[in-house]
């Protein structure tokens, strides 16, 4: 599994470029999301695009950097194809625990839009 990221404005954008967020992928992608987090990072927009596959494990690992990620900030997912959104939707984590945006732009004018004061 590899990551692309890129920072616009204050938001680190992360895209995933692997097929599938699984129990042999979860571990690198939760260490990722730490070492990002760890560097101050605090609002995030993870692209989904290129991942046909998630189980138990990808979302655990999305959990998991949310909870490490604490009341410090915000992270958003993008992109997700039809399976990913389907999980997102069956687990419930589309109403409440995560924002789903259908594009990047989208994904990152909402958490700008959110993050400025006042």
């Known amino acids: 599994m590899e990551f692309v990221n890129r920072t ?9 470029r692997g097929q599938r967020m699984d129990a042999a992928a ?3 992608f939760k260490g990722h999301m730490v070492d990002l987090i760890q560097q101050g990072g605090t609002l ?3 692209n989904l695009e290129k991942v046909d596959f ?3 494990s990808g979302l655990a ?3 998991s950097s949310m909870k490490t990620l604490g009341g410090h900030g915000e992270m ?12 997102f939707a069956i687990t419930r984590l589309d109403r409440g625990v995560f924002r789903i945006f259908d594009t990047e732009v989208e994904a990152v004018t909402a958490l700008s839009s959110s993050a400025k004061p006042g």
């Not at 616009?8 to 995933?16: L, P, R």
């Not at 958003?76 to 999980?87: A, I, P, Y």
């Open 26 to 28: 979860a571990p690198q």
């Open 44 to 46: 995030f927009v993870l």
């Open 76 to 87: 958003v997912v993008c992109c997700l194809g039809d399976k990913v959104r389907k999980l």
């Open 61 to 63: 690992s999305l959990m």
């Open 54 to 56: 998630m189980d138990s």
């Open 8 to 16: 616009e404005q204050d938001i680190t954008v992360v895209s995933i």
